[in-house]
């Protein structure tokens, strides 16, 4: 079946360094979403990238659909503590109903 | 507009109890979800339900029922509760089908624990 990785799985680093997270699918995406899950709550959309080659931009994160629509990455500009969490992509195969979400990266900042 | 709630919102079983996890939207979402979250697992369908009366499997359907008999409303059960089903539970729903990309929105998460 689909699935969808992540890595790294775990990242840490100091408050301004800049951080990113690479997702890879093992097969072509129609999109690709990218959700935020902050430490005890629930995953937030955050994004979605529909063209081949698409890069996106929210203040200091940048996002990026591959050529071949099977892979994508989130850049962290200067991170703050704000940015803690676990971002998750995730990609529906074609045709269906579901999203196959990534394991995940959880960042951790650290002041 | 709460968005999606989940009750409850912790609880305790042991093995062999049942229970049903509720999960309601008030957005007027055909597209409902089960997800299942443990450590460095990621997020996991359970079963997913496309339309008021539908129901249909996810990745990890087994030990799981679901039932949608309201379009708001998407019912989650376990009928004999294992210590492999301690997780959290996320609800979630979306306007529309997944391909399209259409967001899904998150409820707040049922942490269930089985001794």
């Known amino acids: 079946g689909q699935q969808v990785m992540q890595i790294p799985q775990y990242q840490h680093v100091q408050e301004g360094e800049d951080f990113t997270t690479y997702c890879n699918s093992s097969?072509?995406?129609?999109?690709i979403q990218w959700y935020k899950q902050r430490p005890g709550g629930h995953p937030v959309f955050l994004i979605q990238?529909?063209?081949?080659?698409e890069v996106k931009k929210q203040k200091r994160l940048t996002f990026q659909f591959g050529e071949a629509k099977k892979n994508s990455s989130l850049h962290i500009t200067a991170t703050q503590t704000t940015d803690v969490g676990t971002y998750f992509c995730?990609?529906?195969?074609?045709?269906?109903?579901?999203?196959?979400f990534g394991t995940g990266t959880r960042l951790q900042v650290f002041p | 507009n709460a968005g999606v709630t989940q009750t409850p919102k912790f609880r305790v079983l042991k093995t062999g109890q049942s229970m049903t996890l509720l999960c309601a939207q008030d957005m007027n979402h055909e597209y409902m979800y089960w997800y299942r979250q443990d450590p460095g697992m990621g997020l996991r369908l359970i079963h997913y339900?496309?339309?008021?009366?539908?129901?249909a499997k996810g990745e990890v359907p087994d030990g799981y029922n679901v039932s949608r008999l309201k379009k708001q409303n998407f019912l989650l059960g376990l009928e004999s509760a294992a210590p492999s089903q301690t997780s959290v539970y996320f609800c979630?729903?979306?306007?529309?089908?997944?391909?399209?990309?259409?967001?899904?929105?998150f409820g707040p998460g049922t942490r269930l624990l089985v001794l």
């Open positions: 979630a729903s979306s306007y529309s089908r997944g391909w399209r990309g259409e967001t899904q929105y």
């Open positions: 990238l529909v063209k081949s080659g």
């Open positions: 339900s496309v339309g008021e009366g539908t129901t």
């Open positions: 097969t072509t995406l129609s999109n």
């Open positions: 995730a990609g529906p195969a074609y045709h269906t109903d579901k999203l196959i």
